[in-house]
């Protein structure tokens, strides 16, 4: 009997800023979703995002704030979107790999949670993450990919949605 060949979903994971434009509406969020799962694509949220959006539900600065964190963590699955975790011992692993990113100012120090997103897609195999946020979009796709590299996680692309939308 042959070994039957069972192939992995390609992953697209979303940045804690596109579910908040989901919450609100923002047709480019709805579209680009629409657009991943129409090229093959399964959307996903990471732990962190999951637990960012926890954060905003109960302590968000306003109350706009909290009501679309609600919502997106209400509607996320409504919205074809899948959310992630990962294994205890990864979790150790992205908090080491997290403090290369910070020490080799990869990212800013305040971005860390940007950075366990960022690790926890290279464990899952994301093939890309998908954010409006300025500090990884310019930060080095390559030099943060190194450090994934030596961790042995997956290589991510960061990209701003309109690279998909405009497709």
């Known amino acids: 009997m042959a070994?039957?060949?069972?192939?992995?979903?390609k992953l697209a994971a979303l940045?804690?800023?596109?579910?908040?434009?989901l919450a609100e509406n923002y047709a480019p969020a709805h579209n680009l979703v629409r657009r991943l799962v129409r090229s093959g694509f399964?959307?996903?949220?990471?732990?962190?995002?999951?637990?960012?959006?926890?954060?905003f539900a109960t302590d968000g600065d306003s109350a706009k704030k909290r009501?679309?964190?609600?919502?997106?963590?209400?509607?996320?699955?409504s919205w074809g979107i899948q959310p992630?975790?990962?294994k205890p011992v990864g979790n150790g692993?992205?908090?080491?790999?997290?403090?290369?990113?910070?020490?080799?100012?990869?990212?800013?120090?305040?971005?860390?949670?940007?950075?366990?997103?960022l690790i926890e897609c290279g464990f899952l195999?994301?093939?890309?993450?998908l954010t409006w946020d300025s500090h990884l979009l310019d930060a080095s796709n390559e030099s943060l990919n190194e450090v994934l590299k030596s961790f042995d996680l997956h290589p991510v692309q960061?990209?701003?949605p309109e690279v998909i939308l405009r497709d």
């Open 3 to 9: 070994a039957q060949i069972v192939s992995r979903p």
């Open 15 to 21: 940045d804690t800023n596109i579910l908040f434009h």
């Open 42 to 55: 399964t959307p996903i949220v990471t732990q962190t995002v999951v637990q960012e959006l926890g954060f």
């Open 67 to 77: 009501a679309a964190a609600t919502c997106a963590l209400v509607s996320m699955r």
């Open 84 to 86: 992630s975790g990962l």
């Open 93 to 117: 692993i992205c908090e080491i790999a997290a403090n290369v990113i910070l020490s080799r100012e990869l990212l800013p120090e305040t971005e860390r949670n940007d950075a366990y997103i």
């Open 125 to 129: 195999a994301v093939a890309m993450l």
């Open 158 to 160: 960061i990209l701003h």
